[in-house]
C-alpha cells in the first residue's frame, strides 16, 4: 500500500453534540494510530436541542465504557421509556410508543396476532398492558439492575452531553481548535479536502474530514457540492421554535408529543428544567403565531428567549464523498418526532469505524457506506411520514394535506401488508422493530383485518389464559419499580455546582 494514502490526520469540523460524539469515538478506539483535531467557534452556537433519545444509545456508549450514572448525573438527565403521542390519530385522542417488546412472540408471528384475535373475542385490554416499558411509563415509575436489558433511552442537555465527551476524547488524545473555518482548501487534482483555513490564518491540513458544521454543511455541500434530496413533500414541516422553561411537576419517564394546527410541540423534562419546541410548517404558521402558540402551552417560566431554527428535511446523496464523511445535521435532517437524530450520528460514526480508510480511500468502502447510510435514513423517514399520514384529522388545512399525500411505495407496502395480514413488514435490519411499527400504526389507527392461522392452535380459554398471564406478570414487574423521581434521586441526581 502506499504510504502516502494513508490515513493519519483527521478534522473535525464543528462541535456540539455530532463533533464531540466523533472525536470521542474515534479517539478511544483508533486514537492510537490517528491525530485527531476538531475545530469549533465559540462564537457558533448549536442547535442543541437533540436532548431525547432512544434506547441504541446504550450500544454507543457500551463501545466507549460510558458510566450510565455518571454521564446522567453530569447531563442532568432522566429516564425516557417511551413517547406519548397526543392528538395525532384525532383531537383529543392519546397513545404511547414505548421501548421493549410488547407481549411473547412465536416462531410464527409476532404477538399482536394472539392480541388481535383476542380483541376479537372481546379482550378489550390495549397493546400496552402487555409491555412493562409501557406501563412503567403511564404509572410514572421506573428502575434498573445491571443484568436488566437495557430497554430505556435518556432526556439529558445536549449541550451538556457535548462538554461530557469532550473531555473523553480529550483523555484519550484529540485535539481542540478554536476558530472559525474561513476558507476549505480543495486539491486542484483529485477534488479532494486538503485544509481548512481559519479565521486566525492558522490552516489545518488533514487525510480525512468529518463535516460536522450543522445545516450549513461547509465541506459536503458549500465546498464539495454533493447535493441534497428534499423530503419536504412527505415531511412538509420546516420550522422549529425552542424555549426551555423551569421545572413544573416531577419529570414522567415518557417524551410527549402533542400534535397541534399546523404541527407539533415536543415536551421533553429533565431534572431542573424542561425542554420545549413547536414544530411547525411556515407555509401554514408563521414565527411569530407559532412562538405564541408555543408559549401559551407550556408549563414553568421561560429561561430563555425562544428561538427559531429552520430547517429542510432530507438527505444528502452522498453522506460520504471523497475525502469528507458528513455526520450529524450536515449529513440531512428528519424533525425529531422519534428522537432518532442522536441514533443517526451514532450509526454514521459506528459505520465510518467499521469501514475507517486506513490505508487509503477506497470507492467501494465509500459505496457502502453510502448504501447503508441512505438506507438506514429511509427507514427512519418513512416511521416518521407514518405518524402524519395515518390520521383521521381533517380540522386544519396542514392534515387535510398530511392526510391526503402521495406517501413513499416503501411505507404504502407495510401499511397494506399489516392491514391485510397483521404482519409488521421488516426490510432486513432496521432501528424500529416491529413492536415499534405495531404501537404506532395501532395508535394511530390502523387495525388489521386478520391474524396468523397459527393463533387458532389455541383454543379460546387457552388464549386467554395466555393473555392474562403476561399482563399479570407485566403488573407484577411494574409494582416493584419505585417514583421515577425516586430512582433518579437514589441513582443519578444531577450535580449541584
Known amino acids: 500500500m502506499n504510504d502516502e494514502k494513508r490515513i ?3 478534522i473535525i469540523a464543528g462541535g456540539g453534540t455530532a463533533g464531540w460524539m466523533t472525536a470521542a469515538a474515534l479517539s478511544k478506539l483508533l486514537g492510537k494510530n490517528l491525530d485527531i483535531t476538531l475545530v469549533e467557534s465559540e462564537t457558533i452556537g448549536t442547535v442543541g436541542v437533540g436532548e431525547a433519545t432512544i434506547p441504541t444509545l446504550h450500544l454507543f456508549h457500551q463501545l466507549l465504557g460510558i458510566d450510565e450514572r455518571e454521564m446522567m448525573s453530569y447531563t442532568n438527565a432522566t429516564f425516557k421509556l417511551g413517547i406519548q403521542f397526543e392528538n395525532w390519530k384525532a383531537v383529543d385522542d392519546s397513545y404511547i410508543h414505548s421501548f421493549g417488546a410488547a407481549g411473547k412472540d412465536c416462531w410464527a408471528c409476532n404477538f399482536s396476532h394472539f392480541w388481535v384475535k383476542g380483541r376479537q373475542l372481546g379482550i ?8 412493562k416499558e409501557h406501563l412503567g411509563s403511564r404509572e410514572g415509575r421506573f428502575a434498573v439492575s445491571p443484568r436488566s436489558e437495557r430497554t430505556h433511552a435518556y432526556h439529558f442537555d445536549a449541550s451538556l452531553y457535548a462538554k461530557f465527551l469532550r473531555a473523553l476524547a480529550e483523555k484519550h488524545g484529540a485535539k481542540r481548535v478554536e476558530g472559525k473555518i474561513e476558507q476549505v482548501q480543495l486539491n486542484h487534482h483529485t477534488g479532494h479536502i486538503d485544509a481548512l483555513r481559519l479565521d486566525s490564518g492558522k490552516l489545518l491540513e488533514g487525510d480525512l474530514f468529518i463535516d460536522c458544521t450543522g445545516f450549513r454543511g461547509l465541506l459536503i455541500d458549500q465546498a464539495l457540492h454533493t447535493g441534497y434530496d428534499d423530503w419536504g413533500h412527505w415531511l412538509p414541516c420546516d420550522r422549529a421554535v425552542a424555549v426551555q422553561t423551569s421545572k413544573g411537576e416531577d419529570p414522567v419517564p415518557f417524551t410527549r408529543s402533542i400534535a397541534r394546527e399546523s404541527g407539533w410541540q415536543w415536551r421533553i423534562p429533565l431534572q431542573s428544567r424542561t425542554g420545549n419546541g413547536l414544530v411547525f410548517c411556515s407555509h401554514y404558521m408563521n414565527e411569530s403565531q407559532a412562538t405564541e402558540q408555543l408559549l401559551a402551552n407550556v408549563e414553568g417560566e421561560a429561561l430563555i428567549q425562544p428561538r427559531v431554527i429552520p430547517f429542510r428535511t432530507g438527505t444528502r446523496r452522498q453522506h460520504w464523498n471523497k475525502n469528507c464523511v458528513a455526520i450529524g445535521l450536515s449529513s440531512g435532517f428528519i424533525e425529531p418526532l422519534e428522537s432518532t437524530s442522536i441514533h443517526l450520528i451514532q450509526r454514521s460514526i459506528v459505520r465510518l469505524m467499521t469501514l475507517f480508510p486506513s490505508n487509503g480511500i477506497v470507492q467501494a ?9 441512505r438506507e438506514e435514513t429511509e427507514n ?3 416511521f416518521v411520514v407514518l405518524h402524519y399520514k395515518l390520521t383521521d384529522r381533517q380540522d386544519t388545512e396542514f392534515w387535510r394535506y398530511c392526510r391526503g399525500m402521495q406517501i413513499p411505495d416503501s411505507l404504502a407496502l407495510r401499511m397494506q401488508v399489516f392491514e391485510e395480514s397483521g404482519r409488521v413488514y421488516q426490510n432486513g435490519t432496521e432501528l424500529f422493530g416491529e413492536s415499534s411499527w405495531l404501537q404506532v400504526l395501532l395508535g394511530q389507527g390502523l387495525m388489521p383485518q386478520t391474524y396468523h392461522p397459527i393463533v387458532d392452535m389455541m383454543s379460546n380459554d387457552e388464549l386467554a389464559r395466555f393473555l392474562s398471564g403476561i399482563r399479570t ?6 409494582d416493584t419499580w419505585p417514583h421515577h423521581m425516586e430512582f433518579i434521586n437514589h441513582y443519578c441526581k444531577a450535580r449541584t455546582e
Open 473 to 478: 406478570q407485566v403488573r407484577a414487574t411494574v
Open 365 to 373: 468502502d465509500v459505496d457502502e457506506f453510502n448504501i447503508l447510510i
Open 8 to 10: 493519519r490526520k483527521v
Open 124 to 131: 378489550h385490554y390495549q397493546i400496552g398492558d402487555y409491555t
Open 380 to 382: 427512519v423517514r418513512d
